[in-house]
């Protein structure tokens, strides 16, 4: 952190201590008050002295000298706050049975690190820092201006599709008198480029007293039309926007269009009269196209080795995914952000995150594990590789990364990603009492030692995500500061009662854990916020203490089909944002157990489990309408999933309390086989964005609301065998699933393949993709993204219009690497674009592969090196002659192949079976293959049934 953050974490600290209700001793308080006021004289200081620490090495090592005495005075703080028993719970509180000798090192301690602080603090009268009043600092300039500087128009790679999008809006509102629509987005990434591609004008740099004259000659003249760019706008102040916006009235009859390009999402919206345009991230395949043109790639003699650098440098410009909810647990166990008087640290992190997201520090990103429409919920983040590089060059020595080659070891080190769990703390950290957060990275094969990090006596974050975690160690308990502990998949069936001594642990994921069940104690464990016991698939009951849990926000108990649980249990869990029951919750008091929980943003009841509905089946089953009154009073609820219900009697009562729920998101009613209808007030929840009835299949009409509704980007209805669907496929609003037709209005510069962009399903099928208007609708859904899809089929039709080549759409649907299978259909290019004849790299988990109609192709990818493929099926490629060695691939072809299937292919005349491994070929389907001759003479296994 900087160090006027860390100075105001302290601060606080200590005024805190001061304040505290149990009375210091004399000398102790004094000393608190001294340091007081010392940081209080440096904090004026330190404006000016961040800023000259960029160019001046003195300034930066008295920074950083001053930031590490700040970090130790922390430490002494927290420390005697833990020497306090928890039941008397104020910080510093020295009651009278404490030994004399202890006192008195404290207070020395205390008086040394005071006259340390006021040593490092007096030094800044070298510096002559000036004083942070706007009286006295120096203005300076803020020349953050930018340029596109491209001459050449060619060099620009996609935003096409973008470029269409701005073109509509600003077509679309023609009508008004002022038109201002801003286009922001992280910087580098093309808004500069986007507007003067639009206005065709190069930007010109003026005073602004002139660029007001000049407006007013340019507006006086009626009906005049005028596009104006304003570029790279970093203003905030609402009276300065609205002067701006005041110099743009324009005369009767006259039309003004200002494109504004800016980083800051919060601008556009204060400055807009249209919805903004957020524009999109490049991908990982245009950054490296504009590597190839940057490096004159094709003319290259080490394109090998410029292509793996190169590649490299694409991907760096994605970013790491981070979970929001992981990452406010983590920033208030360390202290980072505390409550307010008006708001919770939970609140005010949530406020964070937005400011990050306007000014595109972090982007919103899928998840990158199919794990069902739950997704739909928890948030994922990237933080640009960059901006992450920006705050490593902040943090400098007090993040220590053992992934990093001469890494150096440093006394000031504070958070540390190491890759061995097993080996003590102190082999790889110089100070490991010092640690605030450790995260163990890559050791899946390696077990936890539980004397690893017991030396880190000031550690709050510990993350063993990445660890194999036989036990959690009794020695636990001595970490007295750890607020937050990710241990999923722990293998012993007992938990420690030890783990429930961690009396400020506010996060604690045990996710897939073998343990039976918990410490009756953890009700002592008050200050929990966030629990995560999915998939804990042995645990039968929770203790009785656990009712005591009052701050608890988060309870997932997904996954526990053994698992039985009052209502009382949770009934009385007001705090609750996130709720996701077992499978198997005892019928009887449901709606009491949530119809209280006003604050749920989530409820999960989802049924569906074998065993859970053998149990259901023996009980009562009672009406909904219950349920129906009570989920109804939970207004702030986003995300309702109700899977495959078995535990009551599913009728329209219940439908009808959810569709009170105006603030309703994303609705999962899939497998519901009871549901024959759905009522109208569905279709009035405004900001229902996802809609899943796959599975009801008795499911027949959806009311005529529900096709209107201009909010929903996701229908799935898949499995809905009866459903008529007459008016659903031509949807401008959302997706239909999981057979999507593209559509092409000739009034319109983009088809509906963009309304692909906000879904991930597991099985997805696009038909008419001759109607697609550019590649870059087909690289804007993102398909390789689509985590969860593990079926896909691509299908061209049969007429001969298109309105861009087959292959230059194929190259962009890109499918993610855990598809198992893949069909393309229709598709009408000689050639098949790099992915495809690159397959067996692109998509190793391929199961199942058919290709069918494709005329013009003449070349097969290698095929033969998918380690999975069990059936391949090729049909009516007619322009294929010869199927060679390199449809193999390389020896040891085909070894899981199970069915073959090839027809119509009447031009085939020779295979080359040399690699070929046909020995597990059950079945053998063959047609129109009158002149194909098998090389080498002697046929293999393959054809032994041909």
């Not at 869990?573 to 499978?583: A, G, S, Y």
């Amino acid at each position: 952190m900087v160090a006027s953050a860390v100075l105001k974490v302290v601060t606080k600290q200590i005024c805190s201590a001061i304040a505290g209700d149990i009375k210091l001793q004399g000398a102790f308080k004094k000393n608190l008050s001294k340091m007081k006021m010392t940081l209080e004289s440096v904090e004026a200081l330190l404006k000016d002295a961040e800023r000259r620490s960029i160019q001046d090495a003195a300034v930066c090592l008295w920074l950083k000298r001053l930031k590490n005495a700040l970090y130790d005075i922390y430490d002494m703080i927290d420390e005697f706050d833990a020497s306090t028993k928890p039941a008397e719970g104020k910080l510093l509180s020295l009651v009278p049975d404490v030994k004399i000798c202890s006192r008195i090192s404290m207070s020395n301690k205390m008086k040394k690190m005071r006259e340390e602080l006021e040593n490092i603090t007096n030094q800044h009268q070298h510096f002559s820092f000036k004083i942070d009043n706007s009286s006295f600092i120096q203005t300076v300039p803020d020349e953050r201006e930018t340029d596109s500087y491209l001459k050449d128009q060619t060099l620009i790679v996609g935003r096409m599709e973008e470029k269409k999008k701005v073109i509509d809006t600003l077509s679309e509102s023609m009508t008004q008198e002022v038109v201002m629509l801003p286009i922001y987005g992280i910087g580098g990434i093309g808004k500069t480029t986007l507007a003067k591609q639009l206005s065709k004008e190069e930007s010109h740099i003026t005073q602004k007293q002139i660029i007001h004259n000049r407006l007013g000659e340019l507006l006086a003249v009626p009906e005049k039309k005028i596009m104006i760019v304003l570029d790279d706008l970093w203003e905030n102040d609402d009276f300065q926007l609205e002067e701006l916006k005041a110099m743009l009235k324009v005369g009767e009859g006259g039309n003004v269009m200002t494109l504004v390009t800016t980083r800051d999402e919060h601008i556009a919206r204060k400055i807009c009269t249209v919805e903004p345009y957020k524009l999109p991230p490049l991908t990982d395949e245009m950054c490296w196209d504009i590597i190839k043109r940057k490096s004159d790639f094709e003319a290259r003699d080490d394109k090998v080795h410029l292509k793996r650098i190169g590649k490299d440098i694409a991907m760096k410009c994605a970013g790491q995914k981070i979970v929001k909810d992981d990452i406010i647990y983590q920033w208030i166990a360390l202290d980072l952000i505390g409550p307010s008087d008006m708001f919770s640290a939970r609140q005010l992190c949530e406020n964070y995150i937005k400011q990050l997201l306007g000014m595109s520090f972090l982007q919103h990103a899928k998840p990158s594990s199919p794990s069902g429409m739950r997704d739909d919920y928890i948030t994922l983040f990237t933080m640009h590789d960059l901006v992450h590089d920006l705050a490593r060059t902040i943090a400098t020595d007090e993040v220590l990364d053992a992934r990093k080659m001469n890494i150096g070891w440093n006394k000031t080190t504070r958070f540390a990603l190491l890759t061995d769990c097993s080996k003590p703390l102190k082999l790889s950290v110089t100070s490991p009492a010092k640690i605030k957060a450790l995260h163990f990275l890559g050791c899946g094969c390696i077990g936890f030692n539980g004397t690893a990090c017991i030396s880190a006596k000031y550690l709050r974050v510990l993350d063993l995500n990445e660890c194999s975690i036989p036990n959690l160690p009794y020695s636990l308990w001595k970490l007295k500061r750890l607020s937050y502990l990710n241990a999923p998949g722990v293998q012993e069936q007992v938990t420690p009662k030890c783990l429930t001594k961690l009396s400020r642990l506010i996060y604690l994921n045990l996710h897939g854990s073998s343990i039976i069940s918990l410490p009756e104690s953890i009700g002592e464990m008050k200050c929990l916020m966030h629990l995560d016991l999915s998939c804990c698939s042995q645990m039968e009951e929770l203790p009785k203490s656990f009712v005591k849990l009052k701050m608890l926000v988060h309870l997932d108990l997904s996954q526990c089909p053994k698992m039985d649980i009052a209502p009382e249990q949770i009934v009385g869990l007001k705090e609750l944002v996130f709720l996701d029951l077992p499978k198997c919750i005892s019928a009887k008091g449901i709606a009491e157990a949530v119809g209280g929980l006003t604050k749920l943003q989530y409820l999960n009841l989802a049924g569906g489990d074998s065993g859970c509905e053998r149990h259901c089946m023996m009980s009562e089953r009672p009406p909904s309408s219950g349920l129906s009154t009570a989920i109804g009073k939970l207004m702030q609820l986003r995300y309702v999933g109700l899977r495959e219900c078995v535990y009551y009697t599913f009728d329209t009562a219940i439908l009808d309390g959810i569709g009170t729920l105006c603030n309703l998101e994303h609705l999962d009613l899939s497998q519901n086989t009871k549901i024959r209808s759905i009522p109208e007030s569905i279709g009035n929840l405004r900001k229902l964005s996802t809609l899943n009835f796959s599975g009801c299949a008795r499911l027949k009409n959806l009311p005529e609301n529900i096709i209107k509704m201009d909010s929903l980007t996701v229908l799935d209805v898949k499995g809905c065998s009866i459903l008529d669907r007459s008016k659903l496929s031509r949807s401008k609003f959302f997706a239909l699933l999981p057979h999507f037709v593209v559509h092409a209005c000739d009034s319109e510069s983009s088809s509906n393949l963009g309304l692909l962009q906000h879904t991930n399903p597991n099985e997805l099928e696009i038909s008419s993709l001759e109607n697609v208007k550019s590649s870059e609708e087909a690289q804007s859904i993102e398909l390789m993204e689509k985590k969860r899809i593990e079926k896909l089929k691509l299908e061209w039709s049969k007429i001969t219009k298109r309105y861009v080549e087959d292959i230059e759409v194929l190259a962009q649907l890109v499918p993610p690497s855990a598809l198992k299978e893949f069909e393309i259909r229709g598709y009408k290019n000689a050639r098949l674009p790099a992915w495809v004849m690159d397959i067996s790299h692109c998509l190793p988990n391929l199961v199942a592969i058919t290709m069918s109609d494709l005329p013009k192709c003449k070349s097969l990818p290698q095929l033969g090196q998918l380690p999975n493929l069990r059936k391949l099926v090729i049909r009516g490629m007619r322009s294929i002659t010869i199927i060679d060695e390199d449809f193999c691939g390389g020896p040891r072809a085909f070894r899981n192949l199970m069915y073959l299937e090839l027809r119509h292919m009447e031009n085939l005349v020779e295979w080359n079976t040399t690699h070929s491994n046909g020995d597990g070929v059950e079945e053998l389907m063959s047609a129109n293959l009158q002149r194909l001759t098998v090389t080498p003479p002697d046929p293999r296994p393959i054809f032994s049934n041909h």
